[in-house]
């Protein structure tokens, strides 16, 4: 799926990234959080990127605010998160064609604070110099796509990880 690509806005966009939680706001449900939701349960909730990098660009965060991917978690709590990870990564799969599935957490505790996953479907045929973090490279910007075409995927998604 074509999308069209936008510069990022940097300062406007790490205002927003340091002014509050975005996945707390997309939780409670707060105006200009909205993000179009593939699963949510007690545990955790999968969405769709608002700025995605590629095609399908999935985010998986624990319900809970949690921010240290390894240490705010028990064993148990951090296992069931990433079973979560896994049946979303393979719906996600099954709705898009991709080369390869990145899986990784990004974040700061300057912004983006809560936990959360990043599932990113590498499309094929993509150059290797453009592959991996290059990727998120700021100069790439992000993708712009349809409301429609995003509702018909996170449909396909959600389909798929029940």
């Keep these: 799926m074509e999308g069209r690509r936008v510069a990022w806005d940097m300062p406007k966009y ?16 707060r105006s200009g959080y909205e ?9 955790g909730v999968a969405f769709l990127a608002k700025y995605p990098v590629v095609w399908g660009h999935l985010l998986v965060a624990p319900i809970e605010h949690r921010e240290h991917v390894a240490g705010d978690f028990v064993l148990g709590e951090y296992l069931r998160l990433q079973s979560l990870v896994h049946r979303a990564g393979v719906a996600l ?9 990145y899986v990784l957490s990004l974040g700061s505790q300057r ?11 590498l499309p094929p045929g993509v150059p290797y110099a453009e ?32």
């Design 93 to 101: 799969s099954s709705a898009v064609v991709a080369e390869r599935l």
């Design 131 to 162: 592959q991996q973090a290059a990727l998120f490279d700021e100069a790439r910007g992000w993708l712009e796509f349809d409301p429609a075409d995003l509702s018909a995927l996170a449909s396909a998604i959600r389909t798929a990880i029940r």
């Design 35 to 43: 993000h179009e939701v593939v699963w949510r349960d007690d545990v």
């Design 14 to 29: 790490v205002a927003r990234a340091r002014a509050t939680c975005f996945v707390c706001e997309l939780l409670e449900g």
């Design 111 to 121: 912004g983006n604070r809560h936990v959360h996953w990043h599932l990113v479907p």
